[in-house]
């Protein structure tokens, strides 16, 4: 199956998972901001997990198909049709040849993410086929897509309801416009004083309308260093809170650097992500403080986030396979981030 590119939206990429192994050489990780959504799209339509996907923020893609395939629509709601037919999101859709999608300004949450069964076919750079436009790597020449674009697609397994004989069920996401996420202090917390810290986690900060993929810029009142904010640099991980000379938050994203030199107060849980990368400028965000241990059973069980602390499960208890599998992707965490490389 192919798609024409008829309206390529506000910025709309081809990202997989990102782009591991090579931060060392100054290479950044990149891939799907919403890694949440990225994957359910990628399950519905019976892809493998790190199938490329279109990600589509704040307005989505006119589109013509060649070629008969199964599509998934997740993360903003984009107000997608087919043909003049209204799209339900977290859904297996079938596609003809000859039919049109289109799509509008999203009008919750900023990104979206369009799977198509096969996934996206373009030529994997370093191992991945995300686009980091900045640096014009992967995806589709390196750029965010244009009018006239041609992408084909892989060979078609079909949708995970065709594969099992019952869909697969996903509750649709609701986006308003505040987070809360929780973060993890450290590694330069020691360089601001406890009431500013204290401070900072009791702050409603606004999303400035300067975010990007590279970094969601906050504005609010300024946190206070002890010693300035300049540090040798060091290493930066998607989730890192940086405050700058002004005092005001850079939550560095997807395509963050791979170094920094500005003092970090605090890293964003990995399961807290998909929050922020769905936020608008002028959004609200507020931070709460967990400890590493809370971080790790919020991770293993993710019925435990919507409950008010103190946390009912501890780590390693229950849970099933569900648990079991996220258990064995945070030991990878682990190792990666030990060994300078946080997969």
């Keep these: 199956m192919k798609m024409t590119i008829e ?5 709309t990429t081809v990202q997989d998972e990102g782009r591991y192994g090579y931060m060392e050489y100054g290479v950044r990780t990149g891939g799907a901001m919403d890694q949440d959504s990225f994957h359910a799209a990628n399950r519905i339509v019976g892809n493998e997990e790190n199938a490329a996907e279109l990600e589509m923020t704040l307005m989505g893609i006119t589109a013509v198909f060649d070629g008969d395939g199964v599509i998934a629509l997740t993360g903003a709601d984009m107000k997608a049709q087919l043909d003049g037919v209204p799209v339900e999101r977290y859904a297996a859709v079938r596609v003809r040849s000859g039919q049109r999608l289109s799509m509008r ?5 900023c990104r979206a993410y369009l799977a198509v069964s096969g996934g996206i076919a373009v030529p994997k750079v370093m191992g991945s086929s995300s686009t980091d436009v900045k640096c014009r790597l992967g995806g589709l020449e390196g750029r965010a897509l244009q009018a006239g674009d041609v992408l084909e697609t892989g060979s078609t397994g079909g949708s995970t309801e065709e594969k099992t004989g019952k869909a697969l069920s996903v509750r649709p996401e609701k986006y308003g416009h505040s987070a809360h996420v929780r973060v993890v202090e450290g590694p330069q917390a020691d360089w601001f004083s406890e009431e500013a810290r204290e401070k900072f986690f009791h702050e409603i900060y606004h999303v400035s309308a300067e975010s ?5 810029r906050l504005d609010g009142a300024p946190v206070e260093s ?8 060091d290493g930066i991980a998607f989730g890192s809170i940086q405050i700058t ?6 939550v560095m994203m997807a395509d963050h650097q791979t170094t920094g030199g500005y003092a970090k107060i605090g890293t964003v849980c990995s399961f807290d992500l998909p929050k922020l ?8 965000v507020q931070f709460e403080r967990v400890s590493v241990e809370e971080a790790q059973a919020l991770y293993l069980h993710p019925q435990e986030r919507k409950r008010t602390k103190p946390l009912a499960l501890a780590i390693g208890n ?3 396979e569900e648990t079991t599998s996220r258990r064995h992707r945070f030991q990878k965490y682990n190792y990666y981030y030990r060994h300078g490389d946080l997969r």
Excluded: C
């Excluded at 990007?212 to 969601?216: I, S, T, V, W, Y």
């Excluded at 000379?245 to 850079?250: D, H, L, T, V």
């Design 105 to 109: 300004m999203a009008g919750s949450g």
């Design 226 to 233: 002890l010693h300035g904010m300049d540090i040798v640099s």
């Design 318 to 320: 229950g849970g099933g």
């Design 212 to 216: 990007d993929r590279m970094g969601m």
């Design 7 to 11: 309206i390529p939206g506000v910025l």
């Design 245 to 250: 000379k002004s005092g005001m938050p850079i």
């Design 277 to 284: 990368a769905q936020l608008r400028p002028g959004d609200t």
